[in-house]
């Protein structure tokens, strides 16, 4: 069964940062290229950032640009998300996804991943 796992959301202060974590089990994250998504309450799930399977080529939404830093380690089956210098605007539900059309990635569109984990909290609130 394939199965995506976030962790590591959390309520943090603004400057704070977080480290974020999407386990896969049932199958192997190697030859995957990946994405995480966040949606808030009363807006449109948007792309964060996604990473080829590779590991050679990132992409990052303009607003997080400078302060998240995506990453993958195959050997423990994990892609993660550093969030450094967070922002109350950040605060959202976080997703890791699959994409569906190669080993490249982009993050224009939800529609183009699929096998959704369940989602962490961020919260971002003095």
């Known amino acids: 069964q394939v199965q995506l796992v976030e962790s590591g959301g959390d309520l943090v202060q603004p400057g704070g940062s977080l480290r974020l974590s999407c386990a896969a089990s049932g199958f192997s994250l190697r030859y995957r290229s990946i994405g995480w998504f966040r949606q808030a309450p009363g807006k449109e799930r948007e792309g964060v950032s996604c990473?080829?399977?590779?590991?050679?080529?990132?992409y990052y939404a303009d607003s997080v640009k400078g302060r998240f830093t995506i990453s993958r380690d195959n050997a423990k089956n994990t892609v993660s998300l550093q969030m450094n210098s967070l922002k109350p605007e950040d605060t959202a539900l976080y997703y890791c996804a699959l994409y569906r059309y190669g080993t490249s990635c982009y993050i224009r569109s939800w529609k183009e991943y699929d096998s959704w984990g369940q989602g962490t909290q961020v919260t971002v609130s003095s």
């Open positions: 990473i080829s399977s590779s590991g050679g080529s990132t």
